[in-house]
């Protein structure tokens, strides 16, 4: 299991201990994150997992995708520099702590 | 909010969407959803796909079962309902329990239709609809060596590529002379059968199957196709012949049918107390002015919130772009509008071969957008769609077809 710190945008924080090996829209919904929605169960065609990731965890993530850069063009709320899908981020032991905030609108 | 108990038929997106969202809207009384198949509920669209060769069902469920209990949502799983009493607002569960409603919400969604030809029960010939189907199917795929799929849409297609990607020889037989005929454009429809053929899986299109035999052990052998006569052989047939809405309870009730259970912008049936919503649901899309029925998680979320919010004091007409997908080998197919009411095309000028971008049109208006990986588009086909003003055929010819250049002139002018 893995910690992993949501912030919405009304700047309240939830933990959640989320399974390794799931991806990030996976466990958010496992663990009841309310913002993040995940229309297309993970196909990266819908953008309704977008989240801002908070440094130092976004660089070691995994780059953004041909597809995934795409998805980010079209979010509801703004898209910023840590902007991803979090259905293409994998949970692992790496991540454990990492701090996401969650955008007004999905 | 005198309207104490809500009961929701239907475990599936939408009955679980309209449980989640009643509480989202501030609604405090009870809420009871009757699902017919056991286990908590869950995403049906990675059952045709990901799940394959991913197989973990947790990550299936929309919510563990804590969440089910921290709001007060009552599920009864495994158990069907018989009837609906109009005239005493109740309804009769197959064991006879008798359970009363203020607000009724039936999302029953589809079943598969049957097809009547001989054979159909020998082993291994499988459907594809519940997460036990797929956890049948999954099983017997590892001991096949050749599937023949009979229907060649979206979720035999879908099937087709991950067989395929297993090692099995495919065949697909289809009644159309296209894949997806019903759902897509000709070009959309060419792209996915070079794409399958070039995988080698063998399409038969324009045929029909004649029936289906076995060996004395009971097992599956062949089919045998109607107009050619050829026998195709298959350890594995599984039947994807679409769907037909789940709608008996409703028509018997004497609720207004229309293709599937007619409601109105706020999806009320005939009975004010009433409402129906998702793949049983007919509405009329605005934008058309045309009654439908559609299949799609997009619809069963959305009036899913719609009836939410009516329910709980915050009506709003329903009016929403609707939008599709399927993923097949990895090639995304993605619809926005009902493309389905074009009488004109538009095929864009392609930068890969891999990607494919289908507008359509009808009386010279834009009415919706076929992509293959082209997300960009699709996205933007979706803005354009939303917006009050209607988009002409002229106005994407003098913009080059660029979506881009559209959505951000007229959702300035606009």
Redesign the interface.
Known sequence: MTKIIFVDFKGKKTTIEA?DG?NLM?AA??G?I?GIVG?????????TCHVYVEEPYLSSLLERSE?EE??L??TASEQRTNSRLSCQIKIGPDIEGMIVHLPEEQ | MTDNTIVIVGSGQAGFQTAASLRTEGFEGEIVIIGAEPGLPYQRPPLSKTYFVDSDAQRLLFRKSDFFEKNRIELLQNIRVTRIKRDKKQVELEDGRIISYDKLVLAMGTKNRDLPIPGTNFENVLQLRTLADADKLRQAAKGASGAVMIGGGFIGLEVASVLRGLGLDVSIVELEPRVMARSVSEPVSAFFENMHTAMGVKLFLGERVASIQGNAQGQVETVTLGGSGAKLAGDLVIICAGVVPDIQIAADAGLAIENGIRVDEYMTTNDPDIFSIGDCAAFVHTASGQRVRLESVQNALDQAKCVAAKIAGHPEAYDRVPWFWSDQAGTKLQIAGLTGQADQWYEKQSDSPKKLTVLAFKDSQFVGAETINNASDHMTARKILALQDKVSFKDFESRGFDLRQIAMEKARTG
């Open positions: 399974r799931d996976q919904i496992a009841g309310e229309e297309c169960c993970g196909a990266m065609m819908c953008a597809g795409e998805m063009e079209c």
